[in-house]
């Protein structure tokens, strides 16, 4: 098995996920996780499927040094919304097929679109 040193990690991508029922939760977690984690990058809020995520979703972009944090945060304060969280490694493929860590339930990704 290979062994990957761990400054491989550029940065932690989040994506929330929602639905049409989940929406407004998923809206007001948005905002809460803008004032709770101020040196997050929070992404666009698509209501529809985009890259490979197989329903509505918005990404938060982090450092390396808030992944426990971060992560740790969503283990209690999800609001019954599932996440993906996976590194950014400059391989995406991997980073969403191999290293990915759910908090909730997981979905199948469209991952075609990776390579």
């Known amino acids: 098995m290979a062994r990957y040193p761990i400054d491989?990690?550029?940065?932690?991508?989040?994506?929330?996920?929602?639905?049409?029922?989940?929406?407004?939760?998923?809206?007001?977690?948005?905002?809460?996780?803008?004032?709770?984690?101020?040196?997050?990058e929070l992404g666009r809020f698509h209501e529809k499927p985009v890259g490979p995520h197989p329903m509505g979703s918005y990404q938060?972009?982090?450092?390396?040094?808030?992944?426990?944090?971060?992560?740790?945060?969503?283990?209690?304060?999800r609001d019954g919304l599932d996440v993906l969280v996976h590194p950014n490694t400059g391989d995406a493929l991997g980073d969403h097929r191999d290293r990915a860590v759910w908090v909730g339930k997981s979905y199948t990704l469209d991952l075609s679109m990776l390579g």
């Open 60 to 77: 938060i972009h982090f450092a390396p040094e808030s992944l426990m944090e971060i992560v740790s945060w969503f283990s209690l304060n």
């Open 8 to 40: 491989q990690i550029q940065s932690w991508h989040a994506h929330v996920y929602f639905d049409g029922e989940s929406r407004d939760r998923a809206a007001a977690l948005y905002e809460v996780v803008r004032e709770q984690f101020p040196q997050t």
